[in-house]
């Protein structure tokens, strides 16, 4: 990170590098489009490393009554030598952006398009370009796999720039949405900055937040949404017990390593009664054989394994009543308490 300072506080940008102001229509359509486009936006910076303004358009194909746009293609214009350099996108989408912002910190400005895929994902299609020596050449996107985008792998519902240092140089804030068996469950975002550092994109910073949602009430049965396995209580469940599951990033505080955290609490009339009657886990294989220290306490009891996915289920009970047993409320939370075999019994692995 110090080296990273180094080279923000190092850098002295010119006053000519980005105007980011957005030319009106006329000034526009001054410049000719592609054939059969129309201007969507349009730019000035510069991008060719010459201390002067060059003009950037964006064009596309209006839908008629729709945001849709086709056939997004970038145009352009060194403001010196007044020769031009068509980018095709050969993408299409929802409500396109052009930016343009220094991310490689070369003193000259990037050219980056976004636009809304439309799907059920709420995901992002994202380019950015750099000009060398007349030529554009497609940067890479964020990602910490080479065939992916993003921490998560499944792409962006949002990348955008952000001055971090608020000094002209942007690095990318993306945003990643966890969901469950459909994509409408969203269980939370992922945010995640990324600084270009060697001709890639480096992450800087992660951080979910999960979504706050209504605990399940226990009725009958529980079918975990992303670890495929099933639970199966006695009767005396149904009603009393609520249900949080977690997953992904930051699922537990205290064991990182867990994919999902499934707690079935005491559904208690206060939120601070609501102690844990079980607890399941799901672990990697690997993860959960690191865990197991023999000179240490267990993290939980092994219940079931799944080969296809290499994951270890864990269970953890309570060791002793939170309440009072003497109490109404301490009898009726000593008798959803379940043994280890009687919780065994109740987990079913399935398809998913």
Same mark, same amino acid.
């Given at each position: ?7 923000v ?31 969507l936006?349009?730019? $000035?910076?510069?991008? !060719? =490393? %010459?201390?002067? &303004?060059?003009m950037i358009?964006?064009?596309?194909? @209006?839908? *008629?009554? +729709? ?42 400005g ?21 000009l ?29 720039p ?12 993306? $945003?990643e949405?966890? !969901? =469950? %068996?459909?994509? &409408?469950d ?5 945010q995640? @900055?990324? *600084?270009? +550092? ?21 009725q ?13 209580a ?21 064991l ?31 993860d959960w ?22 994951t270890?289920?864990? &269970? ?18 000593l008798?959803l ?16």
């Amino acid at each position: 990170m110090n080296n990273w300072n180094k080279i923000v506080t190092g850098t002295v940008l010119t006053s000519v590098l980005f105007t980011g102001q957005a030319l009106t229509a006329d000034a526009a359509s001054t410049s000719s489009a592609p054939k059969n486009l129309q201007v969507l936006s349009q730019k $000035t910076a510069d991008v !060719t =490393g %010459d201390n002067k &303004a060059d003009m950037i358009a964006l064009y596309g194909k @209006k839908e *008629k009554n +729709s945001p849709y746009v086709s056939d997004l293609t970038v145009k352009v214009t060194d403001g010196q030598t007044k020769k031009s350099v068509t980018i095709d996108l050969k993408d299409s989408g929802y409500e396109p952006k052009l930016s343009v912002q220094d991310f490689t910190y070369d003193k000259k400005g990037e050219i980056m398009v976004s636009a809304d895929t439309g799907g059920s994902g709420g995901y992002t299609t994202n380019y950015i370009y750099t000009l060398k020596n007349g030529k554009a050449e497609k940067l890479s996107l964020p990602g910490l796999d080479k065939n992916k985008a993003g921490v998560l792998g499944g792409g962006f519902v949002q990348l955008k720039p952000i001055d971090n240092n608020k000094n002209g140089l942007y690095v990318l804030e993306g $945003t990643e949405r966890l !969901t =469950g %068996d459909y994509n &409408a469950d969203v269980r939370g975002y992922l945010q995640s @900055k990324w *600084k270009w +550092s060697q001709n890639k994109w480096e992450l800087m910073s992660a951080h979910f937040e999960p979504t706050k949602t209504e605990k399940q009430v226990y009725q009958g049965s529980f079918k975990s949404h992303d670890s495929a396995y099933a639970f199966l209580a006695p009767k005396s469940w149904n009603g009393n017990i609520l249900i949080d599951e977690r997953t992904g990033p930051n699922a537990d505080p205290y064991l990182p390593e867990a994919k999902s955290v499934t707690s079935f609490q005491f559904n208690a009339s206060k939120t601070e009664d609501q102690a844990a009657v079980v607890v399941i886990y799901a672990f990697d294989k690997n993860d959960w054989k690191k865990l197991n220290n023999p000179d240490e306490p267990p993290v939980g009891y092994e219940i079931a394994q799944d080969p296809a996915t290499n994951t270890v289920y864990a &269970a953890a009970l309570p060791q002793d009543s939170v309440f009072d047993p003497a109490t109404d409320q301490g009898k009726k939370f000593l008798s959803l308490v379940m043994t280890l075999d009687e919780v065994k019994k109740a987990f079913v692995l399935v398809k998913r």
